[in-house]
Structures are given as C-alpha cells and as structure tokens.
C-alpha cells in the first residue's frame, strides 16, 4: 500500500448561521485516510460525524447557510477549492456516498438499473448498452438474485436490504476510491444489517477502494473497520486502530459511548450507565474541553482550556487533559467499560 | 399466577394483494413482575401481536385474558373499564402526545378519560408518575414540543403507568432514541418493572436491549413463536437455526465481529418470504441451511428443550441434531460444530 494518504483533511471547519447564532458543527477535524483503509466515525447526534463526511463533498442544502473552512486534499486537489462542474465529477465517480435512507437518493419514477446506467454513461463515458450491461453486472455482484430482471424494476418494488444494496452498486458503479457511508444500516433489520456490513467489507477489499462509515454503533465499526475516530461536538476527541480502542480506550466520551450500550454478551448486569446532560447544541468553539461538563474524571484545567491531542500509544491519540495519566493505568484489564458493571 | 395470558391468537389481514396471517396461533403469558421479550425482524407480526393484545386489532381465533378476564367476550364498555390495567408505550413519543396539552395534563388523560380518581387525587397521581419516571416538577406546565426527545418518552411512560396497570406493553420504547438517551429510557423502565411489580412485555429488534431487561424470551418469525425460553436460555443455548442467525448478526464491539456476521450469513439463507405465500411445513425452511424434505411437508410442533417442567421450546424439527453453539467469542469452533 502507497504511503502518500488518499484523503486528507486539514483543520476542517463547517459553520452554519441559524437563526439562533452560529453553530460550530466541525470545529478543526484533521485526519487522513490511505488508499483502501477503512475508519469509522462515532458520535452521538449532533457531534458533527455526518456533517464532515457532507463537508467533504459541499453536499449542502441550497437553504443551508453555511460556512466552510480548511482543506481536503484528496487525489491531488483541495475539493474545497474547486469549482462546482469538477466537484459534480467526483461525487458519485471518485468519491461514493451511501445514506441511511435510499428512498431519498433513488429516483422512485426510474427503473434502478437505468438509474445506475445514467451514472455509468455520466462519469465512466459508457455507451447506452454499455451501460445496461454493466448495470446487470453491478447488481449481481452486490447480491441482488435475478439482476436482469430486478434492472427493470423501480426502487419501491425492492425491500429495505435490497434498495441499499441497489444503493451501493449506484454508489460503487464508478469505481470510486473513497466510499463514504453514513449511517447505512440503522433503518435495517439486523439480519439484513450482517449482510450489508459483509457486503460493504467485501466491496472494500476486492475494489481495493477506502471505506468511511459513520455511525453510533462500535459494533459496526468493530466489524467493518480497521481504525476508528470518535467525535464531540464538532471535534475528534480521540483516534485510534479498533483492535486498539477495544483495549485501551482512553478519552472520558468514548469510555462513556462504550459503558451506556448493554452489551449482548452481558446477562442483566444493574443499571446501565447514562453519560449525564446532553451535548451542547452549538457545537464546538469554546475555549475548554466541551465534554467537560458531562465528564465525570473534569479537572479545573478542562473547564478554562482546550485540551490538545496527546499520542497515547501508536497511531492512538486522546484530546484530554488527563490522557497521559489515562493511559498510564489502562490496561485492559482497567478498562472500566469491560468491568462488570 | 399469569396476570397476563395468551392463548392460540390468530390475527389475519386483508390486503390489495390478498389476506395474510400476521399472527399464527401465538400463546405466551407473564406474571407479575416479570419482563418478556419478543424479538424478531420487520413482518414477523410482533407488533400486531401487542396491538391483539390490546384489543386494538380483531382476533381470527384464540384469546387474551387479564387477570383471569377474557378481554374477547368483554363489551366496548366492560372493556374500556380494564384498559386501565392494561397500558402500552410507543415508539414515536412525539407522535404520540398532543401538541396542544401541556406535560401534566398529559399525564392526567388516561384517569380522566378513565374516571379514575377526583381532581386531587388525579393531581397526586401526575405528580407521583412525574417522579418515577424521573420528570422534573419544573417541565409540567411545558408543551411536548419544549420537551427533548428523551423527555417526551418519559411523558409516554408517565402516561401509560399513572393508571396503575398491571401489564405494560412496550413497542419499540427506545429505538427512535439516540443512544445516550436510550440508555436514560432503558433505566426508567427497569426501575418501574422493580419499584411498581409490573408485568412487562417488551418489543424490540435490539436484541441487547432486550436481553438487559428481559426475564423470558420470544423468538418470532413468520407470525409465529419459533423459540422461547429465560433470556439465558435463548440467548446463551439458542436451539433454533433462526435464533442463532439473530444471535450472531448484532454486530459487537470486539476483534471476532466480522466473523461472527459470517456465522450470520450462514444461518439466515436468502430473504423473507411474502406472508402472502409462506412456505409449507416449517416457516423457516426457506432459509434454513438444516432444511430437509420433512421441513416441508410437516409443520414442527413446539418441543420443550432440556429439563421436563422448564420454559424452553421449539419450533424446529431438527433442534436435537443441531448442536447448540452459543455464538461466544471464545467458541470460534462454531461453524465446524454446527455442521450436521
């Protein structure tokens, strides 16, 4: 695998102006991703997960009053930067985007298998048959029986687990090198869930492409991606690999996102462990550590500065106060969310 | 005693493309204090079954009894007099309340509309479910839409318990809530179940949430109860290749999930079948890596599993052949031991 990242994100910041003031969604995310990686992007509502992934690509309501600062490098050019014409170029060709709900990226009025044609013959300079063909072709391989048929077929004659997967092979169909998808499978039944999940890594691997997965859920990320960024409001309080987290989550949120889920494997075990409050509704830009008032470990420290992030171990890193003294005592053994609670 | 009992419901639809059996010959009971989880995928009739529960949809056949009445051979008005007894909580808190009335008004609906009690008993009955559910005294003159998401759920847990039910019907209570907030919800309800001695039956697709809070488990697929047992049971020594399939599909936060979900993918074959046309025989023969020639012809009738006398049954007519394998990290032997 090539060392140069396929995406970069430079000091990312998404402001939108409501009526109430302004509401720092993002508030200076930096990341990167190598070709073919997989990372997932966990946070509660309103931590600004899904609003980095639409930042990337300006996908923004026309009613949305938004202000975008930064940069994304990706394939050699600041996608910030460029204007709307090569922007349409890459979204949907270089760059794929999955959302929880197909309904609303599916045309309902057009057979899905020319809706995946039209993207062909847009991005990929296919001929009508083309097309077709290789429309056919990309419904087969994400799993849907009788392709040929089902081509023909409009969005609203297909299941929920099927129309996603008429999603990803809309989303795949021009060989994207990034797939970003957010959300893809809350609205699923968990059967289906596996399948999608499966499907996803499977795509990932054979098209060597890079998978960014947005959700709440550590156990999707657990199953789809190698590396993992948890995000509050607006901020990336803590990166890491997820075999890595699994064992050495250090940041005060995250340890709070793994505790307040019951765990399938547990039997009723007490009383499950809320994070107290709620997250703050505009977003980042203070000048301390946003967490700190519904953090349980805050020191005066946390309530008048920022927090930097802190390297707390390989590629592993923590925006907290406490993180080096964190991470001295977390073993996995002292992981508090494996304890029995 | 079971406060609450169900016996052989069938509920059945008609729809522009024919009629279907949502419900197929459901019996399950609960006793005081105890919780019961039904768990299964859209379609699976789980929710239709709670509304027969309720009375809110006609039964075909079978019968619901509260505390020893048979709420079928009740009239409108007898009926409405038990609805107190027996309260449900939603999934959409939201959708659920009114608009226009305030918080402790609300609360108050169900024992006016019930007459229960006089103006200040009904008063003392708000502000003691407001407690409970833990709704500060502040928020009782707030409309729903001042309310958070969160907030408005304890509003529809208030609501249902003022009434002093024996039996509460949870549909979905915290799926539409985000996580941290779930979690909030989650604990409300295991309080109540405790502090009020309530019988609880509670729907959900998270099958985590629902082993948390559950005592006993039902497995439905297809209108019909597959498995059940205590949580433990189900979900620890699942007998039915459908269950194990659920088991190993919740993805998890540790180093064997993506394994796991092949184990998933293995267990649940192809896609639900239309409830217009379900299979013959065992309704899970479609997609039942086991199935064989008898699966088809005859429907397996529940068998009890393991001591005589205990709550654990299947649907399955190959559940002593199947060894049971519960999906554990530890056991990464499973797929080998699973094959017959």
Known sequence: MSGMPLLEVEDLHVTFRTASGPV?????????????????????????????????????????????????????????????????????????????????????????????????????????????????????????????????????????????????????????????????????????????????????????????????????????????????????????????????????????????????????????????????????????????????????????????????????????????????????????????? | MSVLEVDDVVVEFDTDAGRITAVDGVSLHLATGETLGLVGESGCGKSTLARAIMQLVPMQRGSVRLEGTDLGSLSRRELRRMRHRIQMVFQDPRGSLDPRMNVSTLIGEPLRVHGIGDRASRAKAVAEAMELVGLPVAVADRLPSELSGGQQQRVGIARAIVTDPAVLVCDEPVSALDVSIQAQIINVLDELRDELDLAMLFIAHDLSVVRHLSDRVAVMYLGQIVETGTASEVFGEPRHPYTHGLISSVPRADAESAARLQTARRMVLGELPSLLDPPSGCRYRTRCPYATAQCAEAEPPPEPVGRAGGLHMVRCHHWRTIVSAAPEPQESATSQELAI
């Open chain 1, 24 to 341: 720092h969604a993002v508030d200076g995310v930096s990341f990167t991703m190598k070709p073919g990686s997989s990372l997932g992007v966990v946070g509660e509502s309103g931590s600004g997960k899904s609003v980095t992934a639409r930042a990337l690509l300006r996908l923004f309501a026309i009613t949305d009053d938004v202000q975008i600062s930064g940069a994304v490098h990706f394939d050699g050019q600041d996608l910030l930067r460029i204007d709307e014409r090569r922007l349409r170029d890459v979204r949907g060709g270089q760059i794929g985007m999955i959302f929880q709900d197909p309904l609303t990226s599916l045309n309902p009025l057009m057979a899905v298998g020319e809706q995946i044609a039209e993207s062909l013959r847009l991005h990929r300079g296919m001929s009508r048959s083309e097309a077709a063909a290789e429309a056919v072709e990309l419904l087969a391989r994400v799993g849907i029986a009788d392709p040929e048929q089902r081509a023909t077929e409009l969005p609203s004659s297909f299941s929920g687990g099927m129309r996603q997967r008429v999603m990803i092979s809309l989303a795949i169909a021009c060989r994207p090198r990034l797939l970003i998808a957010d959300e893809p499978t809350t609205a699923l039944d968990v059967t289906v869930q596996a399948e999608i999940l499966l499907l996803l890594d499977e795509l990932r691997r054979s098209e060597g492409m890079a998978l960014m997965l947005i959700t709440h859920d550590f156990g999707v990320v657990a199953a789809t991606c190698d590396d993992v960024q948890v995000m509050y409001a607006g901020k990336l309080v803590e990166k890491a690999s997820m075999a890595h987290l699994f064992d050495r989550a250090n940041h005060p949120y995250t340890e709070g996102l793994l505790r307040l889920v019951p765990r399938f494997e547990d039997a009723h075990t007490g009383r499950l462990h809320p994070i107290p409050g709620q997250p703050p509704i505009t977003g980042g830009g203070g000048s301390s550590c946003a967490f700190a008032p519904r953090c349980s470990y805050a020191v005066d420290r946390c309530r008048s500065e920022v927090p930097p992030e802190v390297a707390v171990g390989p590629q592993h890193l923590s925006a907290c106060w406490l993180a080096t003294d964190r991470a001295k005592d977390n073993t996995e053994a002292g992981q508090p969310w494996r304890r029995a609670q």
